[in-house]
């Protein structure tokens, strides 16, 4: 066989198999599987009644969410400015110190759950730094658009009014 009708034959075999490559079905990302990955904080949103404020630790916060493939979460929150301590050892903060660091930090881990069809997700709490949630489940709805994650709560009861928060997050680069 001749050198050109070699390369005549491979690339036929090189675009016939594109061709065929291509007319598979793309099959999209189900909503699990764009939730893995590491989301860092770009606002955090409370509803309550006909008031819109910042949530938890104001304009001033950061946080990182992280979801992997084994079905495991990690989320925390904190305010920018939280005060050191004045000792350097873990435990050597004064009773103040440890409540302005509990007031100041938000953070839980556990496994979870997407549901598909009804786009939310389902944490089910491990270890909370508020303990009332460890072994809770915790529901948030999901919205996704390009990079950003918006995480939404069911409404409850708060000061006496329906409230919601909103977290939205965007994908880590």
């Known amino acids: 066989m001749s050198k050109s009708r070699r390369l005549f034959n491979t690339l036929f075999i090189v675009v016939a198999t594109g061709a065929l490559l291509m007319q598979r079905p793309v099959q999209a990302q189900s909503l699990r599987e764009q939730l893995i990955g590491t989301w860092k904080l770009v606002s955090s949103t409370r509803y309550l009644g006909d008031k819109v404020e910042p949530w938890l630790f104001g304009t001033n916060s950061m946080g990182i969410l992280m979801y992997t493939s084994d079905g495991y979460m990690c989320g925390n929150l904190m305010n920018l400015n939280r005060p050191n301590f004045v000792g350097t050892d873990l435990r050597s903060g004064s009773v103040t110190e440890k ?51 918006a995480l939404r709560t069911p409404p409850i009861l708060a000061e006496g009014k329906e409230a919601v928060a909103v977290l939205v997050w965007e994908r880590a680069q």
């Open 99 to 149: 409540a302005v660091a509990f007031d100041t930090f938000f953070a839980y881990c556990s496994r979870y759950e997407v549901n598909e069809a009804e786009h939310y997700v389902v944490h089910k709490i491990e270890s909370s730094l508020f303990p009332n949630w460890t072994g809770s489940p915790q529901k948030r709805f999901i919205e996704l658009q390009g990079n950003r994650l």
